[in-house]
């Protein structure tokens, strides 16, 4: 039973992460809380575990007296000298109780604690699998998908969590034993336990990802400055190099145009525009309205972050794009309000 029992722990250990001196102590307090109920309650129930031996011992330890004033904590000299053949009144007798008989209730109570300390270390484990990945991209296992809902429940480490529907990819199917990309966006302590919301829609995905995949940005010789993005569809990217020797977009885009694709290909096909920044709202904005041609950007004397901008009249629809997409995005990569006019209205 012993052999089995430590078996059992290092099984737990490897599939688990959950530290076998944390199970054992658990194990110890719930088999001591559980057994101390038949010996009066009292602090004399002793449970040793030695793993490196594969042994268990659990005791009670009973008082010698003259006179029992309680039963199951204490034992006349008689009886004491049973166990104990040196027992003397005034001393303690240690009887050595044998797991394997104790009692339904005990079993039953010890079986509850192990359970709720196992539950305990997997929290705790998720808790430091989150904090150690905010804000950062992770490679997650899709483990169920929930038909009502659309839920997914995946596996980032040795931690679980839901991807909602809402955080998904417009369009996207997972299935289990998908391998995907998630953005740990944030995470939020409730009644102890940490909660991550994971994301395959926020910006901060596809900003990581090109910090993972451009070794210009991870060195810090380009600049991510911001990211407009509208899941499953497009997004903006603008970028800035500080070195005069390194093309800021074409490290982005990389090599026969691998490295984007490499994204795109994570992100569903979704379409990706690199802008070049400029400190310059004119130039800035002008290339955030890619791939329209802009013809003119005119900023506000009042110091309102706003401007109006004049393309050419065959390139109004494309400057504002699908639903105003083009315009949208780039309006939230710059920070500025745009007002589109077409060359003929700007002439009239």
């Known amino acids: 039973m012993n052999k089995e029992f430590f078996e059992a722990i290092k099984l737990l250990e490897e599939e688990k992460g959950i530290s076998s001196e944390y199970m054992y102590e ?50 006349t000299l008689e009886e004491a000298r049973n166990y104990d053949a040196n027992a003397q009144v005034g001393g303690f007798v240690e009887i050595t109780l044998e797991p394997k008989k104790f009692g339904r209730i005990v079993a039953q109570t010890a079986k509850s604690v192990i359970r709720q300390g196992i539950r305990e270390a997997e929290r705790e484990l998720a808790t430091k699998e989150f904090q150690n990945r905010h804000q950062e991209v992770v490679t997650a296992t899709v483990n169920i998908v929930y038909p009502e809902t659309g839920d997914a429940s995946i596996e980032i480490g040795r931690a679980n969590a839901i991807l909602p529907k809402a955080d998904q990819i417009p369009g996207e199917t997972l299935v289990p034993g998908q391998l995907i990309k998630v953005y740990v966006a944030s995470i939020k302590e409730e009644n102890g336990t940490s909660y991550a919301n994971i994301s395959r829609k926020h910006p901060g995905l596809v900003k990581r990802l090109f910090e993972t995949e451009v070794p210009e940005i991870y060195d810090g010789i380009v600049e991510i400055i911001s990211v407009s993005r ?119």
Not at 246 to 261: E, K, L, N, T, W
Not at 288 to 309: F, H
């Open 26 to 75: 658990k194990i110890k307090a719930a088999i001591i809380s559980a057994t101390r109920n038949s010996y009066g309650n009292r602090d004399n129930v002793v449970c040793e575990i030695d793993p490196e031996n594969q042994t268990m011992n659990v005791y009670v330890r009973i008082a010698v007296v003259d006179e029992i004033e309680e039963p199951l904590a204490e034992m």
């Open 230 to 348: 509208e899941a499953g569809s497009r997004t903006k990217i603008a970028v800035n190099s500080h070195d005069e020797n390194v093309d800021a977009v074409g490290a982005c885009i990389g090599p026969r145009g691998q490295r984007v694709s490499n994204i795109v290909e994570i992100l569903c096909g979704e379409k990706i525009d690199i802008v070049r920044y400029s400190e310059e709202p004119e130039k800035f904005i002008a290339a955030a309205l890619a791939p329209a041609e802009v013809l003119s950007v005119m900023v506000e004397e009042s110091g309102a972050k706003a401007c109006r901008v004049i393309v050419p009249d065959s390139q109004l629809s494309l400057a504002i794009g699908n639903k105003g997409q083009n315009v949208r995005l780039a309006a939230k990569l710059t920070g500025w309000k745009i007002d589109i006019k077409p060359l003929s209205q700007a002439n009239a």
